[in-house]
């Protein structure tokens, strides 16, 4: 076959606006071109994809969020509730801290007479609204001030002090005391014993 | 900067070359698309189509004028190809002859296309369409003229039938340039390896009833004779008479090589009875003329 590469002759009317093919180099034009529309579009699905994914995870997020919250209120509800059953409980606690026996009262005052003197009327009435408040009244003949003396000191060592005194004397050493006994904690004294023991 | 050139561009037809462009070879200028050959003489037109894959298909021809057989077939013809592309090959209305001392200027083949005039000199004739073939070896050129008037006429008569021509060649100087081309590679293969040179020869082209018969002595054209619509299958005396006088004086290692078509069935048998003593170098092919105008 003939290696020479000359074109066949041709006597066409040539044409004027044959332009002609533009080099193979250029060919990355459009390549590139097709390669970035093709990107394009994937990249555009991608993050398509992605934003309804995202959407669907930010409902999901919202209806946790939700729930979370509510599960939240409900908790402080709760909390709420558990507050004022502790409140409560703090209120029973205090009202029995405060409740102390009498008995222990009445038989400390009893034996804080003397020999000579005598007790005409004890009365030992608990507030119920403030438990740790005792309203005592005590008449007693003999004995006067010192024996007074005597019987709230016998008063103060079972933790009570006494407020609001009212004393008033009779014929023939009649006393009469009024005054308001409120608890006191005798809490340090506890503490003491305890490091005491501690150590 | 128009929106077809952009589109152009970005649908790569930017970068094949145009239906139009004769200086890109067939197969480039339609990849993948049907085309169909035409190659036609004064009486018979025969024509073969060429698929997507770039094969040939059946060889059909028809006996009778152009103009007749192109208004009966353009439809049959329009189904065979991809837009109505077509090649067309003419064997008739043109002159081969033997000219010296032509100008070998760069570009001078494409020139004289667009002004023959600057190629051809004194030469150049109004109403004529030229190739032109130069040999290597000597200042001989081989000069293909064809009427101006046919080649539009056929253009005309295309159109109207709503085919398209690509290209419009002369079969027959086709055909002799390719032995040309041929004989040439041959010769060089001779000198590299040493060999004898292939002496004189004597070159018989034949296609679709024309005959051109170019003589060389050496490597130098001598004398070249053509004639169009000469000859028939069934009448192969014209030819007999035409070739006769140049075959009686050969050269004492002359060698004749003939490329013909079917059209010219027996000839080889005629040049054995013409020239018995010289050695017949036949490289006819049945594919060869559209072999050329499918890969060129």
Redesign the interface.
């Known amino acids: 076959?003939?290696?020479?590469t000359?074109?066949?002759?041709?006597?066409?009317?040539?044409?004027q606006d044959?332009?002609?093919?533009?080099p193979?180099i250029?060919?990355l034009?459009?390549v590139l071109?097709?390669i970035s529309c093709v990107a394009a579009i994937a990249l555009n699905l991608l993050f398509f994809f992605k934003i309804k994914e995202s959407e669907t995870a930010k409902v999901q997020w919202k209806s946790k969020i939700e729930q979370e919250t509510s599960r939240k209120s409900e908790t402080e509800k709760e909390i709420e509730l558990i507050k004022n059953e502790d409140r409560r409980a703090k209120d029973v606690f205090d009202w029995v801290e405060g409740s102390r026996q009498l008995q222990p009262l009445a038989v400390g005052v009893a034996r804080s007479m003397g020999v000579k003197s005598s007790i005409e009327e004890l009365s030992l009435v608990r507030d119920i609204e403030n438990p740790h408040q005792i309203r005592i009244g005590l008449d007693f003949v003999n004995g006067g001030q010192e024996q007074l003396d005597s019987t709230l000191s016998a008063i103060n060592e079972l933790g009570y002090r006494a407020y609001s005194a009212n004393q008033t004397s009779g014929q023939g050493g009649q006393v009469d005391y009024q005054a308001t006994l409120i608890w006191q904690k005798i809490i340090n004294k506890n503490n003491n014993l305890s490091l005491n023991h501690n150590e | 900067m128009k929106l077809s050139d952009i589109t152009n561009v970005l649908s790569f037809a930017a970068f094949r070359p145009d239906s139009d462009d004769s200086s890109c070879m067939w197969r480039k200028r339609f990849p993948n698309k049907q085309t169909l050959f035409l190659n036609f003489s004064k009486e018979i037109v025969s024509w073969r189509s060429v698929n997507k894959d770039g094969f040939l298909g059946d060889e059909n021809s028809i006996a009778g004028p152009i103009k007749e057989v192109v208004e009966d077939m353009s439809a049959d013809w329009m189904d065979l190809t991809d837009g109505g592309w077509c090649a067309v090959s003419i064997n008739h209305r043109f002159v081969i002859s033997l000219e010296t001392n032509l100008t070998r200027k760069n570009g001078a083949s494409e020139l004289i296309r667009t002004n023959p005039k600057a190629v051809l000199g004194s030469k150049s004739e109004r109403g004529k369409r030229y190739a032109l073939k130069h040999n290597d070896e000597s200042n001989s050129s081989i000069l293909l003229a064809v009427d101006e008037d046919y080649i539009k006429e056929i253009e005309t008569l295309f159109k109207s039938s709503g085919l398209n021509i690509g290209r419009i060649c002369c079969g027959i100087y086709g055909m002799l340039a390719e032995s040309l081309d041929q004989i040439s590679e041959a010769q060089k293969d001779y000198k590299e390896n040493g060999d004898e040179p292939l002496g004189n020869v004597i070159l018989v082209t034949c296609c679709e009833g024309s005959v051109c018969i170019l003589k060389s002595d050496q490597e130098k054209w001598t004398e070249l004779r053509s004639r169009n619509s000469l000859y028939t299958q069934e009448d192969m005396g014209p030819l007999r008479k035409i070739m006769a006088p140049i075959l009686e004086d050969h050269g004492a290692n002359a060698q004749i090589v003939l490329n013909a078509d079917k059209s010219a069935e027996g000839i080889n048998e005629m040049l054995s009875e013409l020239a018995p003593k010289v050695r017949i170098n036949d490289i006819s092919d049945s594919y060869g003329l559209w072999d050329l105008l499918k890969n060129k």
């Open positions: 076959m003939s290696m020479i000359e074109p066949f002759h041709d006597i066409k009317t040539e044409r044959i332009t002609k093919p533009l193979r250029l060919i034009v459009p071109f097709c």
